[in-house]
């Protein structure tokens, strides 16, 4: 392999290349994800009338693997989402400030307050 194709396979790899099943390109779509590699990982899935926001993608693999969440790692926000949907969002004590990203950036995919 050249130096140039092993450089760019790199390249995709740090830049977090999404897969095409579960990505999409507008908030209408039942599952979303951006981020990996140096980006903050978002994720989000539409399931049972809710909205699930992962800001780890382990947890959010796992979650499309089983539809179930640890209920110690999750907070619920009932209400708080799209459609008034209730947000199940992933917490992580060693990275506090990850909540609130997550449902930051769902607040503004979706225009709320």
Not at 50 to 56: D, E, H, S, V
Not at 70 to 99: A, C, Q, R, Y
Not at 100 to 109: D, G, Q, W
């Amino acid at each position: 392999m050249s130096r140039l194709a092993a450089l760019a396979l790199l390249l995709a790899l740090v830049a977090g290349c999404t897969d095409d099943r579960t990505a999409a390109a507008a908030p209408t779509g039942d599952v979303f994800t951006k981020g990996g590699g140096f980006v903050p990982f978002y994720g989000e899935v539409k399931h049972d009338e809710r909205i699930y926001l992962f800001g780890n993608k382990f947890r959010y693999l796992k979650f499309m693997e089983t539809k179930q969440v640890d209920e110690l790692n999750h907070k619920k926000f009932i209400g708080d989402g799209p459609e008034g949907m209730t947000m199940v969002v992933e917490t992580e004590k060693d990275s506090p400030g990850m909540t609130e990203r997550i449902v930051e950036t769902c607040k503004s995919r979706y225009n709320l307050q």
